[in-house]
């Protein structure tokens, strides 16, 4: 088959190295891709929303089968564009994309399918949210209703904060239109986990869960990011307890779609919080998260083409999946002043010896090759990685491949996994 991946990060990076394993795979692409997806795939020069420049490409090559990587092209209609032009694209299409798309889509779907989920009220009126913020007080969570790359979510523990995230969104547009509408939402507490399925519109199989790790500094202190580390699996939500969580979350939501007439095909993320009433939902991605997808990556024994193949099918009914019983653990390096104002175009050395630790695996993120030199060019710009029969050897491959690298203009977080770890994980 002959494979093209959308993206360019770290989560691409992993869905091209298990791809590249796949013996149905005859020649792999990726648009743009990066320096170490380049090892793996040949890449080109297309950036994840030219969606014409995407199709005419997949055209020109024979493409049999695309595996998008971020939503945005999602949301824009790329599968949509794709299947028109008769080459298959794993991915929803763009009215089922708006999973991740609206967040009152999906509140209002998570009503109809009596999915377990915080309660929440949306507002188109800046006036109107204040004043429901001023009623129901703090804390409470304030999300722009459109898509805002994973940063449009304010936690707020005062009133005074949500008041001003709301100033910032629907009056300063900080995230543009997406903020024009905001969903405000209960906080929900307790503890995050990720769960991942794979979808063909009428079954779904598990693909796992992990836990991601949002504040930039140890102990989840600091600002939200786009995560700074992950591992898989998790205690909190076990891999013998992922049947019952696909039948409470991710069933019901594809039973939901199918009825509406906009079946749901690709990869569903489900955010879910475990709380002292039990599972809730958060959000739904309609892609793998990263840096979770990597872990994902490192722990799957079967075929992904094949399994992607057979979800763009509708044959999941008749396949299943196998994973390693290791434990596997991500660290994201980032470049210093992430997620401000990260400091682009620092050198970075070491990476084959980082490579070359025992269990150790590194996927680029957010670099760029200059003169045969690789330079951070983004804000995540690293995922390292170890695997290991516990967590607490998945956790030190990881960090001995991380103290591998030299790279003074990055850093990273040293307590990945720590919730775990604390449990004897």
Request: proline fraction near 5%; charged fraction near 20%; include cysteine.
């Amino acid at each position: 088959m002959r494979v093209l991946v959308v993206g360019s990060g770290g989560r691409e990076h992993a869905l091209c190295w298990a791809l590249s394993a796949s013996p149905l795979l005859s020649k792999l692409w990726c648009a743009p891709g990066n320096p170490g997806i380049a090892a793996l795939a040949e890449t080109v020069p297309i950036e994840v929303m030219d969606v014409a420049g995407l199709v005419a490409f997949a055209l020109a090559q024979s493409v049999d089968l695309v595996v998008p990587g971020p939503e945005a092209p999602l949301v824009a209609g790329l599968t949509d564009a794709m299947e028109e032009a008769g080459i298959a694209c794993c991915g929803p299409s763009r009215a089922a994309a708006a999973m991740e798309g609206s967040k009152s889509f999906t509140k209002e779907l998570a009503d109809a399918a009596a999915i377990p989920t915080a309660a929440w009220e949306r507002f188109d009126d800046a006036e109107a949210a204040r004043a429901f913020i001023r009623r129901r007080g703090a804390p409470i969570v304030v999300k722009a209703d459109g898509l805002a790359a994973g940063k449009g979510v304010v936690v707020a523990a005062t009133e005074a904060e949500a008041l001003a995230a709301i100033d910032a969104m629907m009056q300063a547009r900080s995230f543009g239109e997406a903020g024009a509408s905001v969903v405000i939402e209960e906080c929900l507490e307790g503890e995050e986990v990720s769960l991942f399925a794979l979808c063909d519109g009428t079954e779904a199989i598990a693909l796992g869960a992990a836990q991601d790790h949002k504040r930039v500094g140890d102990g989840d202190i600091g600002p939200n990011t786009g995560g700074m580390g992950a591992y898989a699996p998790t205690p909190v939500l076990a891999d013998a307890d992922l049947a019952a969580a696909m039948d409470v979350f991710v069933r019901p939501a594809l039973a939901e779609m199918a009825r509406r007439g906009t079946p749901f095909r690709g990869i569903l993320f489900a955010g879910l919080m475990h709380t002292a009433q039990g599972f809730k939902l958060i959000e739904y991605n309609v892609r793998f998260g990263d840096p979770e997808c990597q872990v994902l990556m490192l722990r799957l024994k079967s075929d992904l083409l094949a399994a992607l193949l057979a979800a763009c099918q509708g044959e999941l009914g008749h396949f299943d999946l196998r994973w390693h019983e290791d434990a596997a653990l991500a660290v994201v390096m980032a470049a210093r002043g992430y997620p401000a104002d990260p400091l682009t175009g620092t050198p970075i050395q070491a990476l084959e010896r980082a490579a070359a630790v025992p269990g150790a695996q590194v996927f680029h993120a957010g670099t760029r090759a200059v003169d045969g030199q690789i330079l951070a060019a983004g804000g995540r710009v690293l995922t390292v990685c170890g695997s290991g029969a516990r967590l607490a050897e998945a956790q030190r491959v990881a960090y001995q491949a991380v103290d591998t690298i030299d790279w003074p203009g990055g850093f990273c977080r040293r307590d990945i996994g720590w919730r775990a770890l604390a449990r004897g994980g």
